[in-house]
T-cell receptor, first 111, second 120 residues
Framework: QPALTQPASVSGSLGQSITISCTGTSNDVGGYNFVSWYQQFPGKAPKLVIS???NRPSGVSSRFSGSKSGNTASLTITGLKAEDEADYYC???????????FGGGTRLTVL | EVQLLESGGGLVQPGGSLTLSCEAS????????VSWVRQAPGQGLEWVSS????????YYADSVKGRFTISRDNSKNTVFLQMNSLRGGDTAVYYCAKDLFGLAGRFDYWGQGTLVNVFS
């Protein structure tokens, strides 16, 4: 059972925006501003798209953004493109007890 | 360019052992933690273990604690994952990943993964 809760799937039309939520507890998401998001295509390694809640690594499209409120973090993708169709995972630092936790992943379908 | 290359995966019977290696390049290896994250077939990502840049600090997921050991050789830019008492539930693609900074629990670069298949 993943420590962080994500919706199994989300969908959006080309050009629209979607938001994926990631809910944890005060021991992980809520306790630290250390939430990251990864994009994964089938058969490929994950790629970091957002770090530390809202930082976008060099080379990642500005259409990707992140935020956090309480125990829930969110990834928003604006101006959806077909190439955004992938699985998205959230991850949080969880202190010295559990150290790192992941969400179960969300499959994004672009209609 | 940061690169991480895993090796050592394969087929193993339940109760058997396997050692994975992750050879890194393109960054100051001893300054960064390195972690192992696995993904069972058709499933999500699961953090397995992490080691600090100097090798002193290690963390393990409860599911592998006491069976897996992480270590590193900074002279060879390589991290290892010794896996003992393997079970069917350990079947997965194992990725090594560079920590964002120090020992961070978040990861900015990933290898391509190596498949471990525990079968009877």
């Amino acid at each position: 059972q993943p420590a962080l809760t994500q919706p199994a799937s989300v969908s959006g039309s080309l050009g629209q925006s979607i938001t994926i939520s990631c809910t944890g507890t005060s021991n992980d998401v809520g306790g630290y501003n250390f939430v990251s998001w990864y994009q994964q295509f089938p058969g490929k390694a994950p790629k970091l798209v957002i770090s530390d809640v809202s930082n976008r690594p060099s080379g990642v499209s500005s259409r990707f953004s992140g935020s956090k409120s309480g125990n829930t973090a969110s990834l928003t993708i604006t101006g959806l493109k077909a190439e955004d169709e992938a699985d998205y995972y959230c991850n949080s630092y969880a202190g010295n007890t559990n150290f790192a936790v992941f969400g179960g992943g969300t499959r994004l379908t672009v209609l | 360019e940061v690169q991480l290359l895993e090796s050592g995966g394969g087929l193993v019977q339940p109760g058997g052992s396997l050692t994975l290696s992750c050879e890194a390049s393109g960054f100051a290896f001893s300054n960064y933690g390195v972690s192992w994250v696995r993904q069972a077939p058709g499933q999500g990502l699961e953090w397995v273990s992490s080691i600090s840049g100097n090798g002193v600090t290690t963390y393990y997921a409860d599911s592998v604690k006491g069976r897996f050991t992480i270590s590193r050789d900074n002279s060879k830019n390589t991290v290892f994952l010794q896996m003992n008492s393997l079970r069917g539930g350990d079947t997965a693609v194992y990725y090594c990943a560079k920590d964002l900074f120090g020992l961070a629990g978040r990861f900015d670069y990933w290898g391509q993964g190596t498949l471990v298949n525990v079968f009877s």
